[in-house]
């Protein structure tokens, strides 16, 4: 038997406020208006938000031990096993308010008591009639467009590199567009200078309810800046950020290259098998230094500078940000290993700037995770279809290798140079010079 409690009445007439607002005390976007005095248990606001515990699409969750029901209009209407359905809003909210349950019987103690204002109640019970069905989209997504955003150095020292990000993430969406958009979406894309500051761009971005970010360049240091990102529950599909190890600061964040860490294991690894009669150096990157073991020493660019006589041979090692460092006469006779913090096809995609290549795999990652979501979406979906994409190649020959273990796309990768081979490759050029200027 279905009872239609909603039916006809309060969804239909509830005020267009009530369901974005009852959304996000059901997502835990905002706390209630009695604070931690809200449930019986005091639960800090990021505890206290349904979605918690019932799950982000209303539809129930079992996780350690504590099993909540689905609720959501459908199911509270419903019998549950031999349990009576609900029958009135009253008796909904009583549930929701005093815990009285189906039948009149009391609801487990794992279910808050709340205390909700006149408001707050009318925004909650609008909202489960909402929650995860089709209409249910979080913000920055409508039936026919969503918003992405764009959080980059667009003006001051760095400008280069992030209009060129800018410029290549562009690109990609307009080419979507024009291919009818993702799941009938147009993409909006909402750009936020990061020279004005970084946190307080970040938060003019959230003012504009933008659904993700996509690409990305911050202080990779700033765990209060990516704090901020998992309290507005916006995802961060292929961040331009390099950080020191590969794991982000929480599941909200994803990243496009790989870590310091990585990239550090894996040059050391290349040099050790690199054929050469004279030493094996690598330039100092990352933090920790490898004490000389193994045949690898690291070395400061002091030393770079008085290597031995120019006849001298030997394999030299660096990344990225020393690739300004190393002069031309050790070119001439070492080997060098440069590590990247991509796979090294990317180089050999010969269409531009290196950052407008970057700038526009990222924004193919979130283009081809959009359309793996599927059409109804919720705030989770992007960071949870990760794992789902893995093997895409934004790039031909770089594939992405998330896992429900890892949110970074891209392995790091070599590029080898032999002293015949004098060639830095041209598009390594303006990487080099956008370091320089750090
Ligand atoms: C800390 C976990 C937790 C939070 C937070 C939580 N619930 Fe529950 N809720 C439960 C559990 C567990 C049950 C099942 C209790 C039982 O069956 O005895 C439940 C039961 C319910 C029921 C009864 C369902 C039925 O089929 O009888 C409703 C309605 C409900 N919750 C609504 C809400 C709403 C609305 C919110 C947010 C304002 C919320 N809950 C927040 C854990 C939670």
Redesign the pocket.
């Known amino acids: 038997m279905i009872l239609l409690i909603w039916a006809g009445g309060s969804v239909a007439f509830a005020r267009a406020g009530d369901i974005v607002d009852g959304r996000a ?2 997502q835990g976007t905002r706390p209630f208006s009695a604070g931690i005095a809200a449930t019986d248990r005091h ?1 800090p606001a990021a ?4 979605a ?3 799950g982000t699409n209303g539809a129930g969750k079992t996780e350690g031990g ?4 689905a ?1 959501g209009k459908v ?2 209407e419903s019998l ?1 096993g031999p ?1 009576a359905p609900y029958r009135s809003k009253d008796a ?1 909210l009583a ?2 308010e005093a815990g009285i ?2 039948g009149g019987d009391p ?2 103690s ?3 008591r ?1 205390t909700l204002s006149a408001d707050e109640r009318e925004a ?1 019970f609008s909202y ?1 009639a909402r929650v995860g069905t089709p209409a249910d989209l979080p913000p920055g997504v409508s039936a026919d467009a969503l918003r992405l955003g764009l959080l980059l150095p667009l003006s001051g020292p760095h400008a280069k590199q992030g209009q060129a990000v800018a410029d290549g993430i562009t690109r990609v969406i307009t080419a979507t567009n024009h291919a009818g958009g993702i799941h009938g979406r147009r993409i909006e894309l909402i750009a936020r200078d990061t020279a004005m500051g970084e946190r307080a761009a970040l938060n003019s971005l959230v003012r504009q309810d933008i659904y993700a970010i996509v690409g990305g360049m911050w202080d990779a240091t700033d765990d209060a800046l990516e704090q901020r990102l998992a309290e507005a529950r916006i995802p961060v599909v292929a961040s331009l950020v390099v950080r020191q190890d590969a794991r982000p600061t929480n599941r909200w964040i994803s990243d496009l290259m790989a870590s310091r860490t990585a990239q550090k294991k894996l040059l050391e690894a290349t040099l050790l098998s690199c054929q050469t009669n004279g030493p094996r150096w690598m330039l100092q990157m990352g933090k920790d230094a490898i004490r000389g073991d193994a045949g690898v020493v690291e070395v400061t660019d002091d030393r770079v500078r008085q290597l031995p006589a120019p006849e001298a041979d030997g394999c030299l090692g660096y990344d990225l940000s020393n690739l300004g460092v190393v002069k031309s006469e050790v070119t001439e006779h070492w080997r060098r290993r440069i590590v990247l913090p991509f796979p090294a096809a990317v180089l050999s995609d010969a269409s531009g700037d290196i950052w407008t290549l970057l700038g526009a795999a990222s924004s193919r990652i979130a283009m081809e995770a959009l359309s793996a979501a599927g059409a109804s979406l919720h705030e989770t979906s992007l960071i949870e279809v990760l794992p789902q994409i893995a093997g895409f190649e934004p790039i031909p020959g770089a594939p992405v290798e998330f896992s429900v273990g890892r949110a970074n796309a891209w392995d790091a990768g070599i590029l080898a140079l032999d002293p015949e081979d004098n060639s830095e490759s041209r598009n390594m050029g303006p990487w080099a010079a956008a370091k320089k200027e750090d």
């Open positions: 005390l059901f639960l505890f206290a938000g349904c918690n515990c019932h504590m099993s909540a029901p609720i199911s509270l549950r349990l909904v549930a929701i349950g189906r609801l487990g794992i279910m808050p709340y909650l489960l």
